[in-house]
């Protein structure tokens, strides 16, 4: 017996049919790309450290590069950037301008804090005085605001959102680098922060747009037999 389609139906049916089908397949790329870049990203981390970047393109050319770095700390600048720990915990990253040997300021982000130890005096131990060395992973800041839902930074509160260099330490380098797990005395702030690799769900996206594809073709399928 032919099969022949109903004009509705079939009117409906096929343009969703083929934007499933074109959601699966940009998942896949999307599983694909994000693949490569986690892998790219634990490379990075894992190799030699390199010189401290000249500039910023020469940043971004090593992003999540480790570097190891000699400086004093201007504790006096601190700077909080609202963030979470891996369990949830809600505090602020300290990211503190570093005196480097050379004269040039680099922001470090010395890791996490809850909220109650905010204010340095809670944690006098991890204000380390005079020189000190930091091994790090070279971070490269969005250009403006990251997303147009992520709040505005408040720097006359000093509550920060987004790691913005010019506007946190106008006088230093318009990177930054995330400290390395290496404790601080008295155990605050706690480093390694950077998150290396990104949540990669896009298999199981890719396959729930196929899997509704399919689902609509046999739907599409079962109502003309039904109807014939």
Do not use: C
């Not at 950037?81 to 949830?88: C, T, Y």
């Not at 204010?119 to 147009?148: A, Y």
């Amino acid at each position: 017996m032919r099969f022949r389609p109903a004009f509705w139906p079939t009117v409906i049916a096929l343009p969703a049919f083929l934007v499933l089908l074109a959601l699966g397949t940009w998942q896949l790329e999307r599983l694909a790309w994000k693949t490569e870049l986690n892998a790219e990203r634990a490379a990075a981390s894992q190799s030699a450290p390199i010189p401290l970047p000249r500039t910023l393109e020469e940043a971004e050319a090593a992003k999540f590069h480790p570097v190891r770095v000699e400086g004093v700390f201007d504790h006096a600048r601190e700077r909080y950037l609202a963030a979470s720990d891996e369990r949830g915990q809600v505090g602020f990253h300290v990211l503190t301008p570093l005196r480097l040997d050379d004269g040039r300021v680099l922001l470090v982000n010395r890791g996490f804090v809850p909220s109650e130890l905010k204010d340095p005096e809670r944690r006098k131990e991890g204000q380390v005085e005079g020189r000190v060395t930091v091994e790090g992973l070279i971070r490269v800041p969005p250009t403006g605001k990251p997303s147009w839902f992520a709040p505005d930074n408040v720097p006359e509160a000093n509550m920060w959102f987004w790691v913005d260099p010019p506007a946190m330490a106008p006088d230093a380098l318009p990177y930054y680098i995330d400290a390395g797990p290496a404790p601080n005395p008295g155990g605050w702030p706690k480093g390694g922060v950077t998150r290396l690799f990104l949540p990669n769900d896009h298999l199981q996206y890719a396959i729930t747009w196929y899997a509704l594809a399919v689902a609509l073709a046999v739907i599409y399928v079962v109502y003309h037999r039904q109807n014939r």
